[in-house]
């Protein structure tokens, strides 16, 4: 079992965001099938629960908005210019 938190918006008294966690069957593995399971147990878990239409924040999500939010495509401009200029397969940015 694996706990995984999902964040459902809230008012801005409660602090826009709450966090919700689950403890959800890991799929151990490194086939594509096994990388799905453990994409989709949270959403499965959440339904459940009553959340649904939940929005996958990474570059495995289905949705293109998802993918796009994703730590690995975001860019913050500075005055020393773009940010990460780019990545290493370490995930540190050079640059």
Do not use: C
Not at 42 to 64: I, M
């Amino acid at each position: 079992m694996a706990g995984q938190p999902i964040f459902v918006p809230t008012s801005e008294e409660d602090g826009y965001v709450r966090r919700i966690d689950f403890e959800i069957p890991w799929a151990g593995g490194f086939a594509e099938v096994q990388k799905k399971k453990n994409i989709r147990s949270p959403h499965d878990a959440a339904k459940a629960a009553g959340y649904e239409s939940l929005l996958e924040v990474s570059t495995k999500s289905d949705e293109v908005a998802g993918r796009h939010l994703s730590a690995f495509h975001l860019r913050v401009t500075s005055d020393g210019g773009e940010m990460p200029d780019r990545v290493h397969g370490s995930g540190v940015a050079d640059g």
